[in-house]
Nanobody, 121 residues
């Protein structure tokens, strides 16, 4: 069974940094695009950044220049380096990946359970 497990969240002061990790485990043929999403209290989930299997990235305008998403395919792990954090970055951060599980006929979307990031002013 494929699982995505996030780690690295916590409490940080504005201007600080955090690095999130998302490790994929289970039996699968391939991991395609991986991404980070976040959901702040009372708001809809929004895209933060994505990384393709080839390493191409996209990111939301709100985090450009501050957050960097990257992955280590040898470890099946996605990262999010967050710098210059702001209180408005406070949210639960979720990992998402398109994965072709070994027992499936096609790739499917998987989500982690999320990790909380709290930025204080």
């Amino acid at each position: 069974q494929v699982q995505l497990v996030e780690s690295g969240g916590g409490l940080v002061q504005a201007g600080g940094s955090l690095k999130l990790s998302c490790a994929a485990s289970g039996s699968f043929f391939r991991i395609y695009t991986m991404g980070w999403y976040r959901q702040a209290p009372g708001k809809q989930r929004e895209l933060v950044a994505t990384v393709t299997s080839a390493g191409s990235t996209t990111s939301a305008d709100s985090v450009k220049g501050r957050f960097t998403a990257f992955r280590d395919n040898s470890k099946n792990t996605l990262y999010l380096q967050m710098n210059s954090l702001k209180p408005e970055d406070t949210a639960v951060y979720y990992c998402n990946a398109e994965i072709w599980e070994s027992r499936s006929s096609r790739a499917m979307d998987y989500w982690g359970k999320g990790t909380l990031v709290t930025v204080t002013s």
